[in-house]
Structures are given as structure tokens and as C-alpha cells.
């Protein structure tokens, strides 16, 4: 290995982490509104996945265009483990020293857009209270369990993503005898 793929994907990782923090606090400081279609939204946007492929496909090039898949996916998942620790820590510090009643504040129009989504599917005003109830109880406060917990299994499905990733970026050298 030519190049350090581990402070690769630190670098790489904090790319995204701090992109992911510019629009965590950019969609809340654009209002409350924003704060929550971003939040729900940037879940489904790939830019993370766009930034670690680009990284992927330079480390390969810095390594005379071959990376073994176990070097790949130390890459991708590392990467997205920087990531998550960044944007854990702004999530902690948004939620419970700048703004401590987002949670309550967010979670209010949560529960009006998910209303708003169960009635155009059709959904009777039984199923939706009882819902929108069990959604209100589980979200009284974002602390650092919940963020905590949030994150382990946002790492879950990094560890998902970073496979897709690996299986594209990794080249492995041909031996001939």
C-alpha cells in the first residue's frame, strides 16, 4: 500500500461530516420549517456516497490504480465513521446547548407532516392518533443515548453503503505465474 488509507478516509470522512454539519446548522438557521424538511430529506441524498466514491477512486490512483477490497473498505467505512462522530457531536451540541427546545420544536412539525402524510394515504383518525402518540412518546429529547444509540445504527447502514462503495472502487492486481 503506497498511500495510508486510514488517514485517507479521515480526510475524506471529515469532508462529509463537516458538509453534513454546514447543512444541519444552515437548514436550522433557515428556520424551523427547513430545519425538519432538510433533516428528513438529506437522509435520501447521496452525497456522502458521491464524496467517498471521488476518494475512492483517487486513493486507487495514488495506489498505481489497484486497491485490494479489505484496503477499499477500510476506506469507505472508516470514512463514514468519521462522519457520524462529526455530525454526532454537532447534533449534541444543536440539540442541547444552542437550541434546547428544537426537539420539542422540531418534533411538533414532524408530527404535523406525518398527520398530513397519513390522511393522503388514506389512513382513519384512529390510526393516525395512535401513531402520531407512539412517534410523540419515543421523542421527548435528543441526549447523548439517544444520539448515541442514533448513530450506531446509522453505522449499520454505512457499513451497508461502504460495501456498495467498495465493490466499485476495488481493483485487484492480476498475478500471472
Request: hydrophobic residues 50%; contains cysteine.
Amino acid at each position: 500500500m503506497k498511500v495510508n488509507v486510514l488517514n485517507e478516509g479521515a480526510k475524506y470522512g471529515a469532508i462529509c461530516g463537516l458538509l453534513a454539519i454546514v447543512i444541519m446548522y444552515g437548514s436550522w438557521a433557515m428556520g424551523l420549517n427547513t430545519f425538519v424538511s432538510v433533516s428528513f430529506w438529506g437522509n435520501f441524498l447521496p452525497y456522502m456516497i458521491a464524496i467517498i466514491l471521488i476518494g475512492g477512486f483517487q486513493l486507487r490512483k495514488q495506489n498505481g490504480g489497484y486497491l485490494p477490497f479489505a484496503e477499499a473498505l477500510k476506506f469507505s467505512f472508516f470514512s463514514y465513521v468519521v462522519a457520524a462522530i462529526l455530525v454526532a457531536v454537532a447534533t449534541y451540541v444543536l440539540y442541547n446547548l444552542i437550541d434546547k427546545e428544537l426537539t420539542q420544536k422540531s418534533m411538533q412539525i414532524a408530527l404535523e407532516k406525518t398527520r398530513a402524510m397519513m390522511a393522503r394515504f388514506g389512513a382513519n383518525e384512529e390510526e393516525m392518533a395512535k401513531q402520531l402518540k407512539k412517534t410523540e412518546e419515543g421523542s421527548k429529547e435528543t441526549g447523548i443515548g439517544k444520539i448515541f444509540l442514533g448513530t450506531g445504527i446509522g453505522l449499520i447502514w454505512d457499513f451497508i453503503k461502504a460495501l456498495l462503495i467498495t465493490l466499485i472502487i476495488r481493483k485487484e492486481e492480476k498475478f500471472t505465474d
